[in-house]
C-alpha cells in the first residue's frame, strides 16, 4: 500500500529503493487509463529528483520519496498549466508554494492531472482531455473537477494528490473514489501560483489515503505565505482539558 507511513517504512528499512519504486510508478502512470494525466514530467525532471535524493538518507526528509499528483490548475516548474484548457496553457518558472513545500519535504511530483475546465464543473468529463474514469464504478463520473487527482490516487499511481476546491471540487471526487479529502480552512494553504476560479474562495485540497497521512500533508503545507495576499496564519489552538 502507498500510504506514506508505509513507503517510508519501506524505503528506512532497505526493502526498496526510491528509484525502484518511482521508476515503477512512473512507467505505472505512463500506461494508465485515458484521462487521468494531462502531462507527466519528463524522465530526464525525474532523475534529477532522484538523484537529490539518493544523495541523502531516507531518515532525513518527512516526505522522502513520496509520489504525489498535481492538478492541472495548480503550477509545477517547467511543466505547462493548462486548466484543461491548451489555449490557456503556459509554462511556470515556479512552482506554486504548495509544491515547494511538498517537494523541499522530499515528495516527488509526477504529472499534471485532468480536472473539469478551469475547475468549473463537479463531474470530471468537461475536458478536452478526455472522461475521468471511476476505478470503483466504470460507467459513473468521477467527480470534480479535481477528477484526475482524485483517480490518479484510486487506481494505484500515487501516495496522495493535490487539488482544489471552491464549491465542492474536492471533496466531491474524494467522495466518488472513496479517498480522503482535505478542504481546508480558506487562507490556510497558499494559493500561489494556482489559476483561480473565485480568488476570496479557493483552497488547494489533499487527497490521501489514510487519516494520518491527511494530517501529515496538511502540517507539512500550512504555512503563512507573504506572497499570498489571502493567505492567513493559522491561529494556536490550546487543546480541550481531558
Given at each position: 500500500?502507498?500510504?506514506?507511513?508505509?513507503?517510508?517504512?519501506?524505503?528506512?528499512?532497505?526493502?526498496?529503493?526510491?528509484?525502484?519504486?518511482?521508476?515503477?510508478?512512473?512507467?505505472?502512470?505512463?500506461?494508465?487509463?485515458?484521462?487521468?494525466?494531462?502531462?507527466?514530467?519528463?524522465?530526464?525532471?525525474?532523475?534529477q529528483?532522484?538523484?537529490?535524493?539518493?544523495?541523502?538518507?531516507?531518515?532525513?526528509?518527512?516526505?522522502?520519496?513520496?509520489?504525489?499528483?498535481?492538478?492541472?490548475?495548480?503550477?509545477?516548474?517547467?511543466?505547462?498549466?493548462?486548466?484543461?484548457?491548451?489555449?490557456?496553457?503556459?509554462?511556470?518558472?515556479?512552482?506554486?508554494?504548495?509544491?515547494?513545500?511538498?517537494v523541499?519535504?522530499?515528495?516527488?511530483?509526477?504529472?499534471?492531472?485532468?480536472?473539469?475546465?478551469?475547475a468549473?464543473?463537479?463531474v470530471?468529463?468537461?475536458?478536452?482531455?478526455?472522461?475521468?474514469?471511476?476505478?470503483?464504478?466504470?460507467?459513473?463520473?468521477?467527480?470534480?473537477?479535481?477528477?484526475?487527482?482524485?483517480?490518479?490516487?484510486?487506481?494505484?499511481?500515487?501516495s496522495?494528490?493535490?487539488?482544489?476546491?471552491?464549491a465542492?471540487?474536492?471533496?466531491?471526487?474524494?467522495?466518488?473514489?472513496?479517498?480522503?479529502?482535505?478542504?481546508?480552512?480558506?487562507?490556510?494553504?497558499?494559493?500561489?501560483?494556482?489559476?483561480?476560479?473565485?480568488?476570496?474562495l479557493?483552497?488547494?485540497s489533499?487527497?490521501?489515503?489514510?487519516?494520518?497521512?491527511?494530517?501529515?500533508?496538511?502540517?507539512?503545507?500550512?504555512?503563512?505565505?507573504?506572497?499570498?495576499?489571502?493567505?492567513?496564519?493559522?491561529?494556536?489552538?490550546?487543546?480541550?482539558?481531558?
Amino acid at each position: 500500500m502507498l500510504t506514506i507511513k508505509n513507503l517510508l517504512h519501506q524505503y528506512r528499512a532497505g526493502r526498496t529503493t526510491v528509484r525502484r519504486c518511482l521508476t515503477e510508478l512512473y512507467r505505472a502512470a505512463s500506461e494508465a487509463p485515458a484521462g487521468i494525466w494531462i502531462s507527466l514530467i519528463s524522465e530526464a525532471q525525474l532523475e534529477q529528483y532522484l538523484a537529490r535524493l539518493e544523495r541523502l538518507s531516507p531518515d532525513s526528509l518527512p516526505l522522502y520519496g513520496i509520489p504525489f499528483a498535481v492538478k492541472d490548475n495548480i503550477d509545477l516548474a517547467g511543466i505547462p498549466t493548462t486548466a484543461a484548457c491548451p489555449a490557456y496553457a503556459y509554462t511556470p518558472e515556479r512552482s506554486a508554494r504548495v509544491v515547494e513545500l511538498l517537494v523541499e519535504a522530499g515528495a516527488v511530483p509526477l504529472g499534471k492531472t485532468n480536472m473539469d475546465q478551469f475547475a468549473t464543473g463537479l463531474v470530471g468529463v468537461r475536458s478536452p482531455y478526455g472522461v475521468t474514469p471511476n476505478r470503483l464504478a466504470p460507467g459513473y463520473v468521477a467527480g470534480g473537477s479535481s477528477s484526475g487527482s482524485a483517480a490518479a490516487l484510486a487506481h494505484g499511481l500515487c501516495s496522495f494528490s493535490l487539488g482544489t476546491d471552491t464549491a465542492g471540487s474536492g471533496r466531491i471526487p474524494a467522495a466518488f473514489n472513496e479517498l480522503v479529502g482535505v478542504k481546508p480552512s480558506r487562507g490556510l494553504l497558499s494559493t500561489r501560483g494556482v489559476v483561480p476560479a473565485c480568488r476570496t474562495l479557493d483552497c488547494v485540497s489533499i487527497f490521501a489515503l489514510t487519516l494520518e497521512d491527511a494530517e501529515i500533508l496538511l502540517e507539512a503545507t500550512a504555512e503563512f505565505d507573504p506572497e499570498d495576499a489571502y493567505s492567513r496564519a493559522a491561529p494556536k489552538v490550546n487543546p480541550l482539558p481531558c
